[in-house]
């Protein structure tokens, strides 16, 4: 009788456990856009690969102030149409995920869920530069978005 409850115990124990981490890992505490140039991506993890990166967010180009985001990519996907990207003003779209007890799941609590080209760059208040829509660009720009 003894080794029936604990077994029950810890059969309830697990299934807690389970469903604390699918709660953790489907739920966004907040979530947003983020637009700048990608100064690093790579693959991180001694036994859990996961993808690491940093958005350099510049105000004005050419100031020497630059405010640095860092994100986890959680899919290869993704990471991917980032890569196809790179060098390009993008804007990131990131959910931001809280209660993750281990570096497993990754090193930041902003993962990337969606990259995009930025259409226009923005140098001060009320003064924008538009790119060419029919640059080559553009095309890679619907290749990038992920649904």
Known sequence: MLIKRLLIALLVLVLLTVAYFYAAL???????????????????????????GELALVSIPGSSSVEKFQFTIANDETAAALTEVMGKRVNLHYEEKVGLPTSCFGETRHYVTKVT???????????????????????????????
């Open 117 to 147: 080209i930025a259409s226009d760059i923005s140098l001060s208040p009320g003064v924008v530069v538009h790119t060419n829509p029919g640059s080559p660009a553009a095309p890679a720009a619907s290749a990038a978005t992920q649904p």
């Open 26 to 52: 489907n739920w966004s505490y907040s979530s947003g856009e983020r637009a700048g140039w990608i100064q690093k991506l790579s693959k991180k993890g001694w036994v859990c690969k996961t993808w690491e």
